[in-house]
């Protein structure tokens, strides 16, 4: 057949919620009939969009996976009866169980046309490192897939298709395609999407033909996704490129003669903006995905709450926000006041509790001191912190940073009491780079910064004593940092951490800190990964662990 003048493809980049089939059902409706509108003939969607992902042990369940094929079913017919039956709809979705391989499912992806199920597609390639853990979940396909339209051939792969040499593209590579479609579903972290192009740039080389990226986009427990979506040649340039953190569609037209047009070059976020979206998207999803409309936080005055608390109105609204001052006897005025600065900023409710009076109470029955009393102030902050969420149905956040959460610093069932943590991923001295950055965007735009400088300056405190600093029980953080990226990104034991030239008597109390705080960061609430390597499902270490090198 000869090639029609052109091909046009649409890149939905979708934000889907696991489990919600029939949302998400809705959804590809609605982007099938826009791209159609705009006069698409191919539209591609993200890696298992109509189950959403990652599914993780529902896969099992049997009546998840025949809700999702009927979905399947229903929505081809429902395309046609639209009007779109003669759009080529490329989606994900769970499939179904091979009888060789007992209750796990394949990883598919569906080309609906013309009211029916046209092709399936299974993920080859199922990655089993870092937050992935798709051997326990899925079975892998084994057969390639290709298709003609309109003189134009397509070849397909599913995400970790083109991370591992000898994918589908080398499968693929005398196939003589005018285009490789890859969907995905890509977590964000830090600098990840050059990986991803470069990772694109060598497939289409491969294959000698452009590749299609579409990334979903959104939040889900402690993942993010960035979407930034894009089509890409084997010279690296860049054809179409869609908005990070946000839904999108863009059309990208492919022509007979080679060339292409597009509707849409989104620009390249730097790192900073990159890192502060994911944090707000991870908590505007988390809340909408599961109902909840404001938050509720304890404001000390200090850096990590003031950067938190900013989030979340930049996630759901100041009007949405509930911050909460806490004063104890050691409470300094300035604490306070900056508080309440931060406060107005954003535009919280403020309310203050004080906790004197109920740590005296406390106090007169059991009579604690040392650590004990200390941590006593923190836990009756977090009773009150879970009365206003237990009461008013707000979502809890917890305050603690990647430097605390490495170390121990901070009270279990005190200030680490929470449903969602926003800044768990960011070492603190990122935590002082990104207040920097969120304040000068605000006098960019022209608007108030929102945290206080004192907060941003002044010596980090838990105020749980009289004069206390964090630096009382920890390094600096600049080295106290650079020792944790070194440990836990890079994984260097005690002889590495002495040969990168860290002093012996860091190294020692840093890594007795990190391992004795594995029990409390275990139970530490999620918030979103935005490193290569972050607490949870990236770091299974032992809690009961004796080993010190
Ligand atoms: N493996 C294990 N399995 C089960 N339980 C384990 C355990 N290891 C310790 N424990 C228990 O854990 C408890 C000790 O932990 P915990 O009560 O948290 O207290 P702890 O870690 O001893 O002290 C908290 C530290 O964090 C500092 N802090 C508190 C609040 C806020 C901030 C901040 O700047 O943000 C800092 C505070 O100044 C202090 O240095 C003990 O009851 C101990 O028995
Ligand atoms: N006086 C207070 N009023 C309200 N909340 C408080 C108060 N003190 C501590 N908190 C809560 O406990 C968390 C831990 O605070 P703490 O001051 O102990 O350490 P921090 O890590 O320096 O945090 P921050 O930079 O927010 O002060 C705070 O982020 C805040 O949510
Ligand atoms: N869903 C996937 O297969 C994702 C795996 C891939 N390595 C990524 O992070 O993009």
Request: contains cysteine; negative net charge.
């Amino acid at each position: 057949m000869t090639k029609a003048a052109s091909l046009p493809f649409a890149l939905a980049q979708i934000n889907t919620r696991v489990g919600d089939i029939e949302a998400n059902k809705k959804c590809i409706l609605e982007f099938s009939q826009k791209a159609h509108e705009r006069g698409a003939r191919v539209v591609v969607f993200p890696e298992m969009t109509l189950s959403g992902y990652p599914i993780e042990d529902l896969a099992f369940r049997a009546t998840f996976r025949r809700s999702a094929e009927s979905a399947a079913q229903d929505m081809a017919q429902t395309l046609k009866d639209n009007g779109c039956g003669a759009l080529f709809v490329v989606v994900g979705t769970v499939g179904t169980t091979h009888a060789e391989s007992s209750d796990r499912p394949t990883n598919t992806l569906l080309v609906l046309h013309d009211g029916q199920i046209l092709h399936t597609y299974d993920k080859q390639f199922l990655p089993n490192y870092g937050v992935f853990d798709e051997f326990r979940i899925f079975t892998p396909g084994h057969d390639t897939l290709t298709m003609d339209i309109d003189g134009y051939h397509l070849g397909f792969a599913i995400c970790e298709d083109i991370w591992q040499d000898n994918g589908p593209a080398i499968q693929l590579a005398q196939s003589n395609l005018d285009v490789l479609v890859t969907i995905n579903g890509s977590p964000f972290e830090e600098n990840k999407d050059h990986v991803r192009t470069d990772l694109c740039i060598k497939r289409a080389g491969e294959v000698d033909a452009p590749v299609i990226y579409v990334n979903q986009v959104g939040g889900q427990d402690d993942l993010v996704f960035d979407g930034g979506s894009f089509v890409i040649d084997k010279s690296g340039n860049i054809l179409a490129r869609l908005t990070q953190f946000d839904e999108d569609l863009c059309l990208w037209t492919l022509h007979a003669d080679g060339t292409s047009t597009a509707d849409e070059i989104a620009r390249d976020m730097d790192t900073d903006e990159e890192v502060y979206n994911a944090c707000v998207l991870g908590l505007k999803d988390y809340m909408r995905k599961n109902g909840f409309k404001g938050v509720v936080l304890g404001l000390s005055g200090g850096i990590d709450s003031a950067l938190v608390a900013t989030m979340a109105a930049d996630a759901c609204g100041g009007e949405n926000v509930w911050g909460i001052s806490m004063p104890s006897m050691y409470s300094s005025d300035g604490s306070k006041d900056d508080a309440a600065d931060l406060a107005r900023n954003i535009g919280a409710h403020y309310e203050i509790q004080p906790i004197e009076p109920l740590f005296m109470s406390f106090q007169n029955q059991l009579k604690l001191d040392g650590i004990a009393a200390e941590n006593l102030q923190a836990r009756i902050r977090g009773v009150i912190v879970m009365a206003y969420s237990n009461s008013r149905g707000l979502l809890a956040l917890a305050t603690g940073n990647k430097s605390e959460l490495a170390c121990g610093y901070s009270t279990i069932y005190g200030d680490a009491v929470g449903g969602y943590a926003p800044i768990k991923d960011l070492l603190k001295t990122r935590v002082w780079q990104l207040s920097r950055w969120r304040n000068e965007q605000a006098l960019k735009h022209g608007e108030v910064p929102p945290i206080p400088e004192n907060s941003i300056v002044k010596p980090p405190s838990a105020e749980l004593r009289p004069g206390q600093k964090d630096s009382d029980s920890l390094p600096e953080y600049d080295l106290l940092d650079s020792v944790l990226e070194a440990y836990i990104e890079k994984a260097h034991g005690r002889a590495d951490l002495l040969e990168d030239g860290f002093d012996e008597k860091t190294v020692d109390t840093v890594m007795r800190l990190v391992d004795r705080a594995e029990w409390k960061r275990r139970q530490y609430p999620l918030g979103p990964k935005v490193t290569a390597l972050a607490f949870g499902r990236d770091r299974r270490l032992p809690i009961t662990n004796a080993f010190r090198e």
